[in-house]
C-alpha cells in the first residue's frame, strides 16, 4: 500500500486549496482516513479525519474552514482548505488505517499560505 499526497502549494491569506491522497494497493480495506500537519519547528498533530461510516472529526483550529471527504471506488481522501491563514503553514500528511494494511503515511504535501 502507498500513499501519494498533492495539491499542496503557496496561497494568500483568505485563500484555498484541495489536497488529495490517492491509496495504491489491492484491496486495502481502509477503516481510518485521516489529515495531519506539521509547522516548522513544532510536534506533528492533528486535523481532520473520516472514518469508514463517513463520521468526519476536525481540530478545533480548522473547524468549519477545513473539510474532510473521500471517494471510496478510488480510494482517495481530500482536505478542502478554505480561509486560509498563515498559521495553516505546514507539510500536511494523510494517514490511513485498516486492519489489513496496518498504520500507513503519505510523503507529506508542503502548504504555504503568505501574502
Known amino acids: 500500500v502507498q500513499l501519494q499526497a498533492s495539491g499542496g502549494g503557496l496561497v494568500q491569506p483568505g485563500g484555498s486549496l484541495r489536497l488529495s491522497c490517492a491509496v495504491s494497493?489491492?484491496?486495502?480495506?481502509?477503516?481510518?482516513m485521516g489529515w495531519y500537519r506539521q509547522a516548522p519547528g513544532k510536534q506533528r498533530e492533528f486535523v481532520a479525519s473520516?472514518?469508514?461510516?463517513?463520521?468526519?472529526n476536525y481540530a478545533e483550529s480548522v473547524q468549519g474552514r477545513f473539510s474532510i471527504s473521500r471517494n471510496i471506488r478510488i480510494n482517495t481522501v481530500y482536505l478542502q482548505m478554505d480561509r486560509l491563514k498563515p498559521e495553516d503553514t505546514a507539510v500536511y500528511y494523510c494517514?490511513?488505517?485498516?486492519?489489513?494494511?496496518?498504520?500507513?503515511w503519505g510523503q507529506g504535501t508542503l502548504v504555504t499560505v503568505s501574502s
Open positions: 494517514n490511513v488505517r485498516g486492519a489489513r494494511i496496518g498504520d500507513k
Open positions: 494497493g489491492r484491496n486495502p480495506n481502509i477503516a481510518y
Open positions: 473520516i472514518i469508514s461510516n463517513g463520521l468526519t
